[in-house]
């Protein structure tokens, strides 16, 4: 069973932050963290020039990159539809923990972030029965769920480990 848990909530509400900090507090337990990010239809990790760009514009549906540090895989969607998260937690390698960016219309279970800054305000948790905690950088009123301080990591990644049933190691 792979242990997932979600950051979500709209643009400029703090998901990446929160998502690296957690990265980090998670690892520094001891746990092995993979994370997933949803990002715009249109980003791109590759550039103009490059030799794998080049592959990709020659038509390759995917691309591997790979040296002694790092390697990488680029699937060119083409003609086909976005995969589920789903289809792609199911190509990550075995990790104690999938932490999942954005993705709010998934069914796993996730922390909404809010900040005063976000461009939109209204509240995911109202909708969505999978967002079992708030994360916010203000006072939140009338919520029924856990409320964090956006900056409160260590109790968030807490919640998260009881969440998800990873059981802290013993020191």
Do not use: C
């Not at 390697?71 to 390698?93: N, Q, T």
Request: hydrophobic residues 40%; aromatic residues 6%.
């Amino acid at each position: 069973m792979r242990r997932v848990f979600g950051i979500t909530g709209w643009k400029n509400s703090g998901k990446t932050t929160l998502t690296e900090k957690l990265v980090t507090e998670l690892v520094a337990r001891g746990w092995t963290v993979s994370t997933v990010k949803h990002a715009h239809h249109d980003f791109d990790i590759d550039k103009p020039g490059a030799d794998s760009f080049r592959h990709r514009q020659a038509g390759a549906t995917e691309v591997a990159i790979v040296s002694g540090r790092r390697w990488a895989l680029m699937h060119e969607l083409r003609d086909e539809s976005e995969p589920a998260l789903d289809d792609i937690l199911a190509r990550l390698s075995p990790s104690d923990i999938v932490l999942v960016e954005g993705y709010k219309r998934e069914a796993h279970r996730k922390i909404e972030a809010r900040r005063l800054e976000a461009k939109d305000r209204t509240p995911l948790s109202a909708n969505d029965p999978n967002i079992v905690a708030v994360a916010a950088d203000f006072t939140v009123e009338g919520e029924d769920l856990p409320v964090f301080d956006l900056d409160d990591t260590k109790s968030i990644a807490d919640f998260v480990e009881r969440s998800t049933g990873l059981v802290p190691r013993a020191k």
